[in-house]
């Protein structure tokens, strides 16, 4: 089963033949973010679905009481790079506002139920972010 370093690596060489489809049905993208202390550039293979052309990803860390690093560098910089298969884009990346967030939170706990515990686990309210392709 791939998974970090190693799933961004196979994802991007057979452009997402491996690695697109993940576990229990869900599917990966790569999110690339510029570090916010360092400045490089971090790559995460991350679950998502669409929403309205949009693609949406869940900041869960499984849980833990912080944000993912990937979240914090996305608020410092939400100009991202995303991958989906074969297809690389810049994105705007933002997180769902309340309005938003209990319906595309449902989305996500649908493709992947444990998002459900993991929010249980945690005080911490888990942000969904929006991938907005740029322009």
């Not at 993912?68 to 560098?73: E, T």
């Not at 515990?117 to 309210?125: L, S």
Request: glycine share 8%; charged share 35%; hydrophobic share 30%.
């Amino acid at each position: 089963m791939l998974f970090g370093q190693e799933h961004v690596e196979r994802y991007e060489a057979t452009d997402g033949e491996e690695g697109h489809d993940w576990q229990k049905g869900t599917t990966i993208l790569i999110l690339t973010t510029k570090g916010r202390k360092s400045g490089e550039t971090r790559k995460n293979p991350l679950i998502y679905t669409e929403n309205d052309g949009d693609y949406v990803i869940v900041a869960s860390r499984g849980g833990t009481p912080d944000h993912p690093g990937w979240y914090l560098n996305l608020k410092d910089d939400p100009e991202v790079e995303v991958q989906v298969k074969d297809d690389k884009f810049t994105a705007r990346a933002r997180t769902a506002g309340p309005d938003e967030k209990p319906e595309l939170w449902k989305k996500m706990a649908a493709a992947w139920p444990d998002y459900d515990d993991y929010q249980k686990k945690t005080d911490r309210e888990i942000p969904v972010v929006v991938l907005e392709r740029a322009a």
